[in-house]
């Protein structure tokens, strides 16, 4: 498996309920899915994480019982770097302007980002 973690929309979808839930068979992926989706949708799409190494499958009676074989961290610092490379053109500042611009940010959490702020800095 590359470093390089990317999923399209779809497997993004499917990969946030496995990572949510634990794992989950092609019916409960459906289910948390919250959309028409067909069952044969779900299945490929679950088979092309598997191929990409992003998920793995075991026998459960009849079904497969998939769970994700990348933390959620692995995947947002891949998305990350990549937004930050493209729309900010390499710049971590104008994308943390961005992000901290476009919600009410707790305090609490807003001092945990001035520590690890601090701490990069020095």
């Known amino acids: 498996m590359s470093d390089e973690i990317s999923f399209s929309g779809r497997e993004l979808d499917v990969m ?8 989950g068979t092609v019916t409960e992926v459906r289910e948390k899915l919250g959309e028409e989706v067909g069952y044969t949708t779900v299945l490929k799409i679950l088979q092309i994480l598997e191929e990409k190494g992003h998920v793995k499958h ?3 009676g009849r079904a497969y019982r998939y769970r994700p074989s990348v933390a ?10 990549r937004i930050v ?14 992000l901290v611009s476009e919600r ?11 520590r690890l702020l601090d701490e990069l800095a020095e």
């Open 72 to 81: 959620p961290e692995q995947a947002g610092d891949s998305a990350l770097r």
């Open 16 to 23: 946030s309920i496995l990572w949510r839930e634990g794992s």
């Open 85 to 98: 490379d493209k729309i900010f053109h390499g710049s971590a500042e104008l994308a943390l302007a961005r």
């Open 104 to 114: 009410k940010i707790p305090p609490e959490e807003l001092d945990r980002m001035r």
């Open 58 to 60: 075991e026998r459960e």
